[in-house]
């Protein structure tokens, strides 16, 4: 019996390995995404709205508190947090498409 191996391909535990890798590389990129945002949304509120530090701070936990617990109660990973809220705010009545052209 004959045995290819095929050298330019990885075997199980380099694509583990990269797979391990690449959802620590996402994640770390998703986290980034989400400071951003935060911090334009925390932009507007303080300079659009008065917004002041403890108003900002209650504003970010608020947030955190939100998205731990949409993560919690519909066993959904971090990164389906926005569709989640998404879909409520739609059920709600909410015209996400008008609000964000």
Known sequence: MK???????????????????????????LELY???TALQVMHILHFDFGFGQSRLKKFADKLKEMQIRQEERYELPESDTPWLCEKQLREDGIDIKAILE
């Open 3 to 29: 045995v290819r191996i095929k050298n330019n391909e990885p075997n199980a535990t380099q694509r583990k390995a990269l797979r391990k890798e690449v959802v620590k590389e996402f994640n770390n990129l």
């Open 34 to 36: 989400n400071r951003d």
